[in-house]
């Protein structure tokens, strides 16, 4: 459980600091579609999201994916707007 516990507090220091912000402002133009009633689809995306991001932490830090961090910088940005017109021109939802 001690393991747990450490990363669970590395993770939840990595998402709670303003550096962070972005990782909050994508979820938030991921979810802004969405209806509270719809809580369990925004769980649903949030764990998704969060396994990715995983996913991603651990290649870069096992070197099996080396990508520039200039380029992520600009991508991280660059999706959040994305998927904020992209909910902006949806004319119907369905989750």
Request: with cysteine.
């Amino acid at each position: 459980m001690n393991d747990f516990t450490f990363y669970f507090k590395i993770g939840w220091e990595h998402i709670i600091t303003i550096e962070a912000l972005d990782h909050i402002l994508f979820i938030a133009a991921l979810a802004a579609i969405y209806m509270l009633k719809d809580w369990k689809q925004v769980l649903i995306l949030i764990t998704a999201f969060t396994i990715g991001h995983t996913i991603t932490l651990i290649l870069s830090t096992k070197e099996l994916v080396e990508v520039k961090e200039s380029l992520i910088e600009f991508l991280i940005p660059c999706t959040i707007v994305i998927t904020a017109i992209s909910n902006h021109f949806q004319k119907s939802f369905t989750p």
